[in-house]
């Protein structure tokens, strides 16, 4: 009989090693049999020394993919604007990840119907107030129970847009609406979720702005000075916050096809659906994965600034839409 190598290898699932990554990996036995007249050590040492190589490399793969992501099991993240769109995905993904939530919003009927969706994923508690009322916001937070007053992350998500004019024709009333909420409500929900932060030198704050805050479009206006200033308040906290270890990034979307157009229209949802015809747009829930990327990032990678479109999107103003 022959010398041979019986080799056999078996695959398993969600095993344990190092310190709680879980992955897929291989076992093997090795069974070595040698007749009395040949000897062929050599050629089954090579043979085995190949299999010990290729079980290292997936074990140093575990390790480098276990050392690229942070686990965000058990952290709390409080999210702005969760009762629709952007944050009603992130919501979504973040609970799925045992993220613990903190949702706001001024619609409580979808802040209840979305707590109740995703209690069986993780802990959620609901805050419903206006983010234009600076006592209510400063209130809403203040109410946080022990259990959810420790943030890790912050998304600043809420914002609208109001009206599509030019400025000689644009109403005050839109102007201070867009204002109000993306940039004064930004800094009441900063400034009251940042003392947790600096106290124990830790967070991350991801603001959602717009590629209208990198460039200006006919009739965008007030709209883009609103994303403007996001962007510029991202890179005011990324400065003043660096001494307290702090992340402070910005995800800035396209067009996303969310309730984003109704609102601007004023409910005119044949308007609103056509600004979104004729090509693949964005998804809620292409930018979640996104900012849940940004957020699993080993602790000393910040993605500090990131722009996203769809691929018909070039910018602001150049769409490949089809023609059918």
Not at 7 to 17: A, K, L, P
Not at 197 to 211: A, D, E, F, P, Q
Not at 295 to 312: E, F, G, K, Q, W
Request: overall charge positive.
């Amino acid at each position: 009989m022959s010398p041979y190598v019986d080799v056999g290898i078996t695959t398993f699932e969600h095993i344990d090693i190092y310190g709680g990554f879980t992955a897929s990996g291989c076992c093997f036995s090795c069974n070595l049999n040698y007749n009395d007249r040949t000897d062929k050590s050599t050629r089954y040492k090579f043979r085995i020394g190949r299999l010990f190589s290729v079980i290292k490399k997936q074990v140093n793969d575990i390790r480098f993919h276990k050392n690229r992501t942070m686990s965000t099991t058990n952290k709390t993240a409080l999210i702005t604007g969760a009762t629709s769109g952007i944050g009603w995905a992130t919501a979504q993904l973040f609970a799925k990840h045992k993220i613990n939530l903190v949702l706001c919003g001024r619609r409580q009927e979808r802040l209840t119907a979305l707590k109740e969706e995703l209690k069986q994923y993780t802990t959620v508690h609901t805050l419903n107030f206006d983010m234009r009322d600076k006592g209510a916001v400063f209130s809403a937070i203040e109410s946080l129970p022990a259990a959810f007053a420790d943030i890790d992350i912050l998304i600043n998500n809420a914002g609208n847009a109001h009206g599509l004019e030019p400025i000689q024709d644009g109403s005050i009333d839109d102007w201070d609406a867009m204002l109000d909420i993306n940039v004064k409500g930004l800094l009441y929900v900063s400034k009251a979720v940042i003392p947790v932060m600096v106290v124990k030198k830790r967070g991350h704050i991801i603001n959602i702005g717009s590629t209208a805050g990198k460039e200006v479009y006919p009739n965008g206006n007030v709209y883009c000075a609103s994303k403007h200033a996001v962007d510029a308040l991202n890179q005011g906290m990324r400065i003043d916050l660096n001494p307290y270890n702090i992340r402070v990034g910005a995800v800035n979307p396209g067009m996303v096809e969310t309730e984003f157009s109704a609102v601007r229209f004023k409910g005119d949802e044949d308007r609103a659906t056509k600004v979104y015809q004729g090509f693949a747009a964005l998804q809620a829930e292409d930018v979640a994965d996104i900012i849940h990327f940004v957020v699993t990032r080993p602790y000393h990678v910040n993605i500090a600034d990131l722009v996203v479109m769809s691929t018909a999107q070039a910018s602001s103003t150049i769409v490949n839409k089809r023609n059918d």
